[in-house]
């Protein structure tokens, strides 16, 4: 897990891209004071997080 900017990302949207799909990072980006704002994924790690979210909620009474 690694942080980065906004403007970082901007930057080197193409290499976070493909270090998302490659490696599983998972990038916090921060904005202005250091904010975190959002959270990249790669895709199939976010199926399987929805997937096991809905098992648990499904499990619930």
Do not use: C, H, W
Not at 17 to 28: C, N, P, T
Not at 36 to 52: C, P, R, T
């Amino acid at each position: 897990m690694r942080q980065i900017s906004r403007t970082q990302l901007r930057k080197n949207f193409r290499t976070v891209m493909d270090s998302l799909e490659q490696d599983r990072d998972i990038v916090i980006v921060t904005r202005r004071g250091r904010k975190s704002a959002a959270v990249l994924i790669a895709y199939d790690e976010f199926i399987g997080f929805d997937e096991g979210t809905r098992i648990k909620e499904s499990a619930q009474p």
